[in-house]
């Protein structure tokens, strides 16, 4: 029997990715947060200080998932071709799809949906398939 790790170029594939759109996430939270902030400082509305507040909650949150996303493409490129990492690697990719979706919801909800949200979510979808792939040769 092969026991080699089958899903290591995929993982790479998707952690390279997820490395790059982490770091562009990152910068761009950063900017939001303090954009949010300024915002939230500036209107005196009530309205307009719960969207302000809305607005800072969604940029935590993909600055959190930058963040994760660093840390998970990162153990991802350095453990592909160690198939007992699988399982840490797939629980990070449901982490990663669990804020991707909480990060689309509330897009839809402020108005702010883009391309790099489905991204967002096919990305750790990939990641987690090559994890899943790795698991039958640890499994073996």
Same mark, same amino acid.
């Not at 993982?11 to 950063?30: D, E, H, K, M």
């Not at 939001?32 to 302000?52: C, N, R, V």
């Not at 991802?76 to 990719?93: D, E, S, W, Y």
């Given at each position: 029997?092969?026991?080699?790790?089958?899903? $290591?170029? @995929? #993982?790479?594939?998707?952690?390279?990715?997820?490395? #790059?759109? /982490?770091v562009?996430?990152?910068?761009?939270?950063?900017?939001?947060?303090? @954009? /949010?902030?300024?915002?939230?400082?500036? $209107?005196? *509305?009530?309205?307009?200080? *719960?969207?302000?507040?809305? %607005?800072?909650?969604?940029?935590? *949150?993909?600055?959190? @998932?930058?963040? %994760?996303?660093?840390?998970?493409?990162?153990?991802?490129?350095?453990?592909?071709? $160690?198939?007992? $990492?699988?399982? *840490?690697?797939?629980?990070?990719?449901?982490?990663?799809? &669990?804020?991707?979706? &909480?990060?689309?919801?509330?897009?839809?909800?402020?108005?702010?949906?883009g391309?790099?949200l489905?991204?967002?979510?096919?990305?750790?979808?990939l990641?987690?398939?090559?994890?899943? @792939? =790795?698991?039958?040769?640890? =499994?073996?």
């Amino acid at each position: 029997m092969d026991n080699k790790p089958s899903g $290591k170029n @995929m #993982i790479l594939a998707a952690s390279i990715l997820l490395l #790059i759109g /982490g770091v562009v996430t990152f910068l761009s939270s950063i900017v939001g947060i303090a @954009m /949010g902030g300024l915002f939230a400082s500036e $209107k005196d *509305t009530a309205g307009a200080s *719960t969207l302000a507040v809305l %607005f800072l909650v969604y940029f935590i *949150t993909v600055f959190l @998932m930058s963040i %994760f996303e660093i840390v998970a493409s990162i153990y991802g490129i350095a453990n592909r071709n $160690k198939p007992q $990492k699988a399982k *840490t690697c797939l629980v990070m990719g449901i982490i990663l799809v &669990l804020i991707a979706i &909480l990060n689309i919801l509330l897009s839809f909800y402020l108005g702010n949906f883009g391309f790099s949200l489905i991204l967002s979510l096919i990305l750790p979808l990939l990641y987690m398939g090559g994890a899943l @792939m =790795n698991r039958p040769a640890h =499994n073996e």
